[in-house]
């Protein structure tokens, strides 16, 4: 029930004043000094002044590449990245013409290597058998309490998959793989089933529940389960698979993939390792930058004439960056990243399935938008914030494009980030699990002062 829903006029208002001296109560007394994160040296982010990322673990999982090192220097560079040491470039081209790549990315970041033909077949077979959410957990969780937000809806179905197991605190390495391996595979129903439940009972639209098929990739049984008509091409199904590997893994510092490692730390189960993680990756400035993207999209197109005419989107653009246009936070979003300078290779292997998949779909206009966009966006930024600094597109430009191709509601873009980067999280708690054994706790320096108790009478 909400917080007003049994109020009267009379009461909410007066509920509503006293919110407000609260909020500003709260806003007058947790200001810090702004200086005072420089004056201690504050990484503030975990980050130091030229915005590295501040050394706070190890890992072999995967390795993000930005520089080349001369004479000690760091060089600008095209961007790589390694999944358990192989380049992802070579992951994605030598996966031609197989259909379970996102499978045997899975076992490569879990166990360290590439599988062999029988070992694939035996993992294909245990995540087959996995897949099953059961109708009582479908019934009694998923269509109980509809979520329009569908990130949350898959929170609370993990935190629910926790009763359902029958040894759910044990951390030993083989437990929590079997936990992880399950959660993979049914992450993906867990999605797909609250997404169609919020369409029935928030919208309502008819029911669909869908079961999965076994012998289908993940990415086939995706767009199975969530498509009315339950067909799908070769391409379409290739790409989403494409699209699962290159969001799978992207380092330990990355903020879900550290609050796996943080929480994981304290000793916790799985799934509440999982939720936190879910509730991270749920943050517009992590998971959620694809639909940021795919809406400002919506926006150029609405307010430019000719999608050719350079001189139009770049103008249009620059109303993006004074922020006379969109959202007004002179954000051109999908631009930029953290580490990567000359270009991010999630986004460049992105934009080759785009554009096939743009042919296909007969959208080619859509997406020399896109490709305009980027060639031109990369330029204005760099010179309306006075940089030297390289700004590249990152995968998030593309992603949302791929999905809205693929027939992909807005409500699932950052859940299937989430059903992507859950092999991921699971390697790196792994890896927690097994080699640190240490609490994580950085240091917070007190700024306040020390006051003494005053009796309430005379306050």
């Given at each position: 029930m909400a917080?007003?829903?049994?109020?009267?006029?009379?009461?909410?208002e007066?509920?509503?004043?006293?919110?407000?001296?609260?909020e500003?109560?709260?806003?007058?007394?947790?200001?810090?000094?702004?200086?005072?994160?420089?004056?201690?040296?504050?990484?503030?982010?975990?980050?130091?002044?030229?915005?590295?990322?501040?050394?706070?673990?190890?890992?072999?999982?995967?390795?993000v590449?930005?520089?080349?090192?001369?004479?000690?220097r760091?060089?600008?560079?095209?961007?790589?990245?390694?999944?358990?040491g192989?380049?992802?470039?070579?992951?994605?081209?030598?996966?031609?013409g197989?259909?379970?790549?996102?499978?045997?990315t899975?076992?490569l970041?879990l166990?360290?290597?590439?599988p062999?033909?029988?070992?694939?077949?035996?993992?294909?077979?245990?995540?087959f058998?996995?897949?099953?959410?059961?109708?009582?957990?479908v019934?009694?969780?998923i269509?109980k309490?509809?979520?329009?937000?569908?990130?949350?809806?898959?929170?609370?179905?993990?935190?629910?998959?926790y009763?359902?197991?029958?040894?759910?605190?044990?951390?030993?390495?083989?437990?929590?793989?079997?936990?992880?391996?399950?959660l993979?595979?049914?992450?993906?129903l867990?999605?797909?089933?609250?997404?169609?439940?919020?369409?029935?009972?928030?919208?309502?639209?008819?029911?669909?529940?869908r079961?999965?098929?076994?012998?289908?990739?993940?990415?086939?049984?995706?767009?199975?389960?969530?498509?009315?008509?339950?067909k799908?091409?070769?391409?379409?199904?290739?790409?989403?698979?494409?699209?699962l590997?290159?969001?799978?893994?992207?380092?330990?510092?990355?903020?879900?993939?550290?609050?796996?490692?943080?929480?994981?730390?304290?000793?916790?189960?799985?799934?509440?390792?999982?939720?936190?993680?879910?509730?991270?990756?749920?943050?517009?400035?992590?998971?959620?930058?694809n639909?940021?993207?795919?809406?400002?999209f919506?926006?150029?197109?609405?307010?430019?004439s000719?999608?050719?005419?350079?001189?139009?989107v770049?103008?249009?653009?620059?109303?993006?960056?004074?922020?006379?246009?969109?959202?007004?936070?002179?954000?051109?979003?999908?631009?930029?990243?953290?580490?990567?300078?000359?270009?991010d290779?999630?986004?460049?292997?992105?934009?080759?399935?785009a554009?096939?998949?743009?042919?296909?779909?007969?959208?080619?206009?859509?997406?020399?938008?896109?490709?305009?966009?980027?060639?031109?966006?990369?330029?204005?930024?760099?010179?309306?914030?006075?940089?030297f600094?390289?700004?590249c597109?990152?995968v998030?430009?593309?992603?949302?494009?791929?999905?809205s191709?693929?027939g992909?509601?807005?409500?699932?873009?950052?859940?299937?980030?989430?059903?992507?980067?859950?092999?991921?999280?699971?390697?790196?708690?792994?890896?927690?699990?097994?080699?640190?054994?240490?609490?994580?706790?950085p240091a917070?320096?007190?700024?306040?002062?020390?006051?003494?108790?005053?009796?309430?009478?005379?306050r």
């Amino acid at each position: 029930m909400a917080d007003n829903e049994m109020m009267n006029v009379q009461d909410m208002e007066s509920f509503e004043a006293d919110m407000e001296k609260l909020e500003a109560e709260l806003m007058k007394n947790h200001r810090i000094d702004p200086n005072l994160y420089l004056e201690y040296d504050v990484k503030r982010g975990l980050r130091d002044s030229a915005g590295k990322g501040v050394l706070t673990g190890l890992t072999e999982i995967s390795d993000v590449c930005a520089y080349d090192l001369v004479n000690g220097r760091r060089i600008p560079a095209d961007g790589s990245l390694y999944y358990q040491g192989i380049e992802i470039n070579d992951i994605v081209n030598g996966l031609k013409g197989r259909k379970y790549g996102f499978e045997e990315t899975i076992y490569l970041l879990l166990f360290g290597r590439m599988p062999s033909q029988s070992e694939l077949d035996m993992f294909l077979n245990v995540m087959f058998e996995l897949q099953d959410l059961g109708g009582r957990f479908v019934r009694d969780v998923i269509m109980k309490a509809s979520s329009e937000n569908i990130m949350n809806a898959m929170q609370r179905c993990i935190l629910s998959l926790y009763t359902y197991d029958p040894n759910p605190d044990d951390i030993s390495a083989g437990n929590v793989l079997r936990q992880s391996m399950n959660l993979i595979a049914k992450l993906p129903l867990i999605a797909v089933y609250s997404y169609h439940s919020y369409r029935h009972f928030r919208k309502d639209d008819t029911l669909l529940i869908r079961n999965p098929q076994k012998g289908l990739s993940l990415a086939e049984n995706m767009l199975l389960m969530l498509r009315p008509d339950s067909k799908y091409t070769e391409l379409e199904a290739k790409v989403l698979d494409i699209a699962l590997i290159l969001h799978a893994e992207h380092g330990g510092g990355n903020n879900s993939t550290f609050t796996t490692h943080v929480v994981t730390s304290s000793g916790t189960d799985t799934y509440s390792s999982v939720a936190a993680s879910i509730g991270s990756l749920k943050g517009p400035r992590h998971g959620g930058a694809n639909l940021k993207v795919q809406n400002m999209f919506d926006d150029i197109k609405a307010h430019i004439s000719d999608w050719k005419n350079e001189d139009e989107v770049a103008a249009y653009l620059q109303k993006i960056l004074n922020k006379e246009a969109f959202d007004h936070t002179g954000l051109i979003y999908g631009l930029g990243h953290a580490v990567y300078t000359l270009s991010d290779p999630r986004e460049v292997i992105l934009k080759k399935f785009a554009k096939k998949l743009a042919e296909e779909k007969g959208m080619m206009e859509e997406f020399e938008l896109y490709d305009l966009v980027e060639r031109l966006a990369g330029r204005l930024v760099m010179e309306h914030r006075r940089l030297f600094k390289n700004v590249c597109a990152n995968v998030d430009f593309y992603s949302g494009f791929v999905y809205s191709m693929l027939g992909i509601p807005q409500e699932l873009f950052t859940p299937i980030f989430a059903i992507a980067r859950m092999p991921g999280w699971s390697a790196h708690r792994l890896e927690e699990l097994i080699n640190a054994n240490k609490i994580i706790r950085p240091a917070y320096k007190y700024v306040g002062h020390h006051t003494e108790f005053i009796p309430i009478e005379e306050r």
